[in-house]
């Protein structure tokens, strides 16, 4: 057990381009989530997947947002047109989870983040 | 959706003394309410748990006590160490949902001075 891991630990870009994130979560979880952090705040739930299948997305998810799970293990994130107030700690999770049908918590376990400053 | 509120926002404790922060949801079907610790530029750690078919869990200096009349947890170190100093959110789950999704309180930055 390696532990969830994130690439890269800090990103600086410009306005306007794009980024992409990678997490490689804990080999036997099958759930996956992004969170995104900004300074002095909580941890915000923005998607998860259960293995490669998409299951939810928060209203925080612009369409400037997207996440990939092909084949059900590491994860993307991208942001296109990044603007200055996509800056945050972007964070990944995974769990163990053992259905898809009513409430199963599961314990998460966090990656180290990915530090995003858009200038 | 749930909402979480944690308090205080701050707490400054003297080494070898308690700390006790505090978080009330609103969602009364909320059965998991986990705990992380974050340091300075780290991901959020998880350091205990409490599922609501028990009202207190502990593990060494770290207890979690649960009300689920009231709808609200507390956390409690004893002992406080040097090393304890970090911030500390408490979090539920995000409605009633089949994803275990998280939603966190605003966070409780804790320092234990030497």
């Known amino acids: 057990d390696t532990g969830v891991s994130q690439d890269p630990r800090h990103k600086i870009t410009k306005r306007g381009q794009n980024v992409t994130f990678r997490c490689d979560p804990i080999?036997?979880?099958?759930?996956l989530y992004w969170y995104r952090q900004t300074l002095g705040q909580g941890p915000e739930f923005l998607t998860y997947?259960?293995?490669?299948?998409?299951?939810?997305k928060s209203r925080l998810l612009s369409d400037r947002f997207s996440a990939e799970r092909p084949k059900g293990s590491f994860s993307t994130l991208e942001i296109q047109r990044t603007e200055q107030g996509d800056s945050a700690m972007y964070l990944c999770?995974?769990?163990?989870?053992?259905?898809?049908?009513?409430?199963?918590?599961?314990?998460?376990?966090f990656g180290p983040g990915t530090r995003l400053l858009v200038l | 959706g749930e909402n979480v509120e944690q308090h205080p926002s701050t707490l400054s404790v003297q080494e070898g003394d308690s700390a006790v922060i505090k978080c009330t949801y609103s969602?009364?079907?909320?059965?998991?309410f986990p705990w992380y610790k974050q340091e300075l530029g780290k991901g959020p750690q998880l350091i205990i748990d409490i599922r609501s078919n028990v009202g207190e869990k502990k593990d060494q200096r770290i207890a979690v006590t649960l009300n689920k009349t009231a709808k609200h947890f507390s956390l409690h170190i004893t002992e406080t160490q040097p090393e304890d100093s970090a911030v500390y959110f408490c979090a539920a789950p995000l409605g009633n949902n089949a994803g275990n999704m998280l939603t966190f309180g605003g966070g409780t930055r804790l320092m234990v001075k030497p």
């Open positions: 997947f259960q293995n490669e299948a998409q299951l939810e």
């Open positions: 080999s036997e979880h099958n759930r």
């Open positions: 999770a995974s769990s163990r989870g053992r259905g898809t049908s009513g409430p199963w918590q599961e314990t998460q376990y």
């Open positions: 969602d009364s079907a909320s059965n998991y």
